[in-house]
């Protein structure tokens, strides 16, 4: 089962730029699957924020979109999420997740099956 | 886009069945899935495609659609089944990921 690792700076000063790394250890982001973000506020629920293909193709959060940057590193083996110009309301733990997409019978199919256990990010000076 | 719609909470006594709801305009043509999410935890595929169960899920988890109501069946609950769970679709086009609100399980 793969497993994935979110890291980070726990804590960003408001209007600076918030970035985590998501590790794939052992394996290689290439291939079938898709990978993704989500966060969720304290006490709130789940916000996905964009997902990416290892093709370098991005899918973005309407509301976040002019924010927001997911990228593959090189090595393939980790992605990376970048999102500008934070305040207080993106304070959240953000999971980085593995993604299946496609489409069969008219419909497509859009989904989380692995979760990493998620970073607490902290927007406050 | 479009909306995704649970009941904030749903209550049931150990061994008898929880039906949580998720309704949306979209979902008589977009799968649906569930997520179980416990306390401190990240959240955990339970349903995918409207009724398949990924390996290592209970039997007693199940899923049906009908029209635009998806619904999640926890069947003999459990005490260990007190949760969140979240429904999730996506849009017509499959770009963006879309999330219900939650609804907090109470196994009483």
């Known amino acids: 089962q793969v497993q994935l690792q979110e890291s980070g700076p726990g804590l960003v000063k408001p209007s600076e730029t918030l970035s985590l790394t998501c590790g794939v250890p052992g394996s290689s982001i290439s291939g079938y699957y898709y990978w993704g973000w989500i966060r969720q506020p304290p006490g709130k629920g789940l916000e996905w924020i964009g997902t990416?293909?290892?093709?370098?193709?991005?899918y973005y959060n309407p509301s976040l979109k002019s924010r927001v940057t997911i990228s593959v590193d090189t090595s393939k083996t980790r992605f990376s999420l970048r999102l500008s110009s934070v305040t207080a309301a993106d304070t959240a733990v953000y999971y980085c997740?593995?993604?299946?997409?496609?489409?069969?019978?008219?419909?497509?199919?859009?989904?989380?099956?692995?979760w990493g256990e998620g970073t607490t990010v902290t927007v406050s000076s | 886009s479009y909306e995704l719609t649970q009941p904030p909470s749903v209550s049931v006594s150990p061994g008898q069945t929880a039906r949580i709801t998720c309704f949306g305009d979209a979902l008589p043509n977009q799968y649906a899935y569930w997520y179980q999410q416990k306390p401190g935890q990240a959240p955990a595929l339970v349903i995918y495609?409207?009724?398949e169960r990924p390996s290592g899920i209970p039997e007693r988890f199940s899923g049906s659609s009908s029209g635009t109501t998806v619904t999640l069946t926890i069947s003999g609950v459990q005490a260990e089944d007190e949760a969140d769970y979240y429904c999730?679709?996506?849009?017509?086009?499959?770009?963006?990921?879309?999330f219900g609100g939650g609804t907090k399980l109470t196994v009483l």
């Open positions: 990416i293909y290892h093709d370098g193709s991005t």
């Open positions: 495609k409207d009724i």
């Open positions: 999730q679709s996506a849009d017509t086009i499959g770009t963006s990921v879309i």
């Open positions: 997740a593995r993604l299946v997409r496609g489409y069969t019978y008219g419909r497509y199919y859009y989904y989380m099956d692995v």
